[in-house]
């Protein structure tokens, strides 16, 4: 399993990785220095960011290399389609992971000052990214087209709010226990823009609800997501 992670990575190209690394410190630096907000209210901003990267790195994660053939590298390894499908989504977590903690180290570093309540706000502000791959994986075993993959990846992720809202608008109320409005949790640092969300549409929104349905719906994605790579017709 870790060398299939591993493979993950190496196709993805380490260089790559590390420079999406550096794109978010540069960002960093740009808003602490132009700037008159405190940069751990700026920083939430990174998290979309850090969808987008996901997007463009994993949602050719299964379709490319079946389109291209490398599939066949799987063939001749003792490693179940099961391991194979785990292993890209893992890839795709602990790339989220570790570009939430150097987010959090580079804060540190810049502000000079550790902040337990901010770090705990900004992981959980980041759980969304964790549903983000469940989704990106799953596209991706789903349609043969990277591009697409990507697109609606991201349009899903950017817009999904602004869509939330237009469903609600013509009473489709029962898309508030879906992941859909829950996509971007900076949504709930503006209490305000939420009350008036909750009361225009009578909804209850709420950031436990969204962890848990977040939760809950990447395990989901996930279960629907192996059954479908595990039957699939995939030629050698």
Do not use: W
């Not at 751990?40 to 987008?52: A, C, K, Q």
């Not at 989704?135 to 697109?151: D, R």
Request: glycine share 2%; net charge positive; charged share 15%.
């Amino acid at each position: 399993m870790i060398n299939l992670i591993k493979n993950e990575f190496f196709k993805i190209k380490i260089s790559k990785i590390l420079l999406s690394f550096a794109f978010f410190l540069i960002i960093l630096l740009f808003m602490n220095k132009y700037s008159d907000k405190k940069i751990e209210e700026l920083s939430f901003n990174l998290i979309p960011i850090v969808g987008i990267f996901l997007c463009l790195f994993f949602s050719g994660t299964i379709s490319s290399e079946i389109q291209s053939g490398t599939f066949k590298y799987y063939l001749t390894k003792p490693a179940s389609r099961h391991k194979i499908y785990v292993s890209k989504l893992f890839a795709s977590f602990i790339y989220s992971y570790i570009s939430v903690l150097i987010i959090l180290i580079s804060i540190s570093l810049i502000s000079l000052k550790i902040d337990l309540i901010y770090y705990s706000k900004y992981l959980t502000y980041s759980i969304p990214l964790f549903f983000l791959s469940s989704l990106i994986i799953y596209f991706s075993n789903k349609f043969k087209n990277t591009s697409f993959t990507i697109c609606i990846c991201i349009l899903l992720f950017s817009f999904s709010l602004v869509l939330s809202q237009l469903l609600f608008t013509i009473h489709l109320n029962f898309i508030e226990y879906t992941p859909l409005p829950y996509l971007d949790f900076t949504l709930f640092d503006d209490k305000n823009n939420l009350n008036i969300i909750n009361m225009n549409f009578n909804t209850l929104l709420s950031l436990k609800r969204g962890v848990l349905i977040d939760i809950i719906y990447t395990f989901i994605v996930f279960y629907i997501g192996l059954r479908s790579f595990k039957k699939r017709d995939i030629k050698s």
